[in-house]
């Protein structure tokens, strides 16, 4: 019987290399195809490997925390016959007709077997529940296929999100730099080195947003934040000034700026993972509510590890909320290919002078980064103006509210 030799494909965007994070097999077992064989994690996301042949696992060349470059063996399988088809890329589906069914794999000694059944459900969710104390079994999940989501375990807790945490550090511990946090450092440090930045402030008297944010909660069940009228400002900007929209790109004859013609926005995610930015397409600042709803999806699936590479690369712009954590301000680090990132600080009541008179508003201070060799300082102060400028006396309700 033929033995077919499984590489690792480029999960998307180019990706180099990736961790593998478990087996979903063992040797000996019996496979079909498109039958999820192996959990990785590249620099982007945590995506499940599809095998492309039917058979019996023959072998398994790679051991669980293995960082794997594209292109080299993971696993044999001893197929019956010639395969019949190409290998499928991850995210590209498989074929109509083709079986979605997942066979429950053997229960390895890290697992429980209690359940006959195995539960499905992410790791990242699986995480949530075990940090919160919930059984996966005792839950009916409502994802596809019967999944159990973030949304079921946070039900189970009582409704209440659940914040994430990075991790449990303890003293003294030594943490290997992997998958999504080394692209991280090495995306930092060559954005840093790379791109000469820029950072201004102001502060902004927040009044009018607010009271915009309370009447856009009254006509959606989306929970609506000042996070998303920044978001709107920023994108205004980037219409109003196109060239904050843009890359730096070296050529063998010279530099060009490359202007977007689409504001793909990316936006700063605390997940389980690490800092992640998923990524909003041809985002929209006409509608707030869309945008509301856009960015909470995206959101979301950063946060329960269903994001894929496509939903975390792509980005042209970035705004970040810093503010959530208690913070005024800071100079955030424009991502790697962009030219301008925007930064949010907490809202907090301070005197501020109205009318020659000293009155108590809602103050927030925008930080704005921006890539010195394509945006100079007139133009950075006049798109970082722009954003206060609409924070301070939003656009027409019409328009802001419009369905």
Excluded: C
């Amino acid at each position: 019987m033929p033995i077919e030799i499984f590489h690792l494909p480029d999960a998307g965007e180019g990706l180099t290399e990736a961790e593998i994070l478990r087996w979903l097999v063992e040797p000996g077992d019996s496979v079909s195809v498109n039958q999820m064989v192996v959990e990785i994690e590249t620099a982007k996301a945590t995506v499940e490997l599809p095998i492309p042949w039917a058979g019996v696992v023959s072998e398994i060349h790679e051991e669980i925390g293995a960082i794997v470059p594209v292109g080299a063996q993971v696993i044999s399988i001893e197929t019956p016959a010639q395969p019949q088809r190409e290998p499928v890329l991850v995210g590209y589906g498989v074929k109509e007709g083709d079986s979605l069914t997942r066979r429950t794999r053997k229960a390895s000694n890290t697992e429980s077997t209690a359940n006959s059944n195995r539960v499905t459900a992410k790791p990242l969710v699986r995480k949530l529940a075990k940090d919160q104390g919930i059984d996966l079994s005792t839950l009916v999940g409502t994802g596809l296929n019967g999944e159990v989501t973030r949304e079921d375990v946070q039900a189970a807790i009582g409704g209440e999100a659940v914040p994430p945490s990075v991790s449990h550090d303890h003293a003294g511990e030594r943490i290997p730099v992997r998958g999504v946090q080394r692209l991280m450092a090495e995306a930092m440090v060559a954005s840093a080195f790379t791109a000469p930045h820029v950072t201004e402030w102001v502060e902004v008297d927040m009044s009018r947003t607010l009271e915009v944010v309370e009447r856009m909660r009254t006509r959606s069940s989306e929970r609506i934040t000042p996070f998303v009228l920044v978001s709107a400002a920023l994108i205004r900007a980037a219409q109003k000034y196109p060239r904050i929209n843009s890359s730096w790109i070296d050529t063998k004859d010279g530099a060009d700026v490359l202007i977007h013609p689409n504001i793909h926005l990316g936006f700063a995610a605390d997940t389980p993972k690490g800092l992640l930015v998923p990524v909003v397409r041809n985002a929209n600042a006409d509608n707030p509510m869309a945008l509301s709803a856009s960015i909470t999806t995206q959101m979301d699936k950063a946060r329960d590890g269903s994001a894929s590479p496509a939903d975390l690369t792509g980005g042209t712009i970035t705004v970040t909320n810093v503010g959530v954590f208690g913070v005024d301000g800071g100079t955030p680090i424009i991502t790697p290919g962009q030219a301008a990132i925007l930064a949010m600080g907490r809202i907090i009541n301070k005197p501020w002078v109205v009318n020659d008179s000293i009155v108590i508003r809602p103050i927030m201070q925008l930080t704005f980064s921006f890539d010195h060799r394509i945006i100079d300082g007139a133009l950075g102060s006049r798109a970082l103006a722009s954003v206060a400028s609409y924070l301070s006396d939003p656009a027409l309700d019409e328009l802001l509210l419009k369905d």
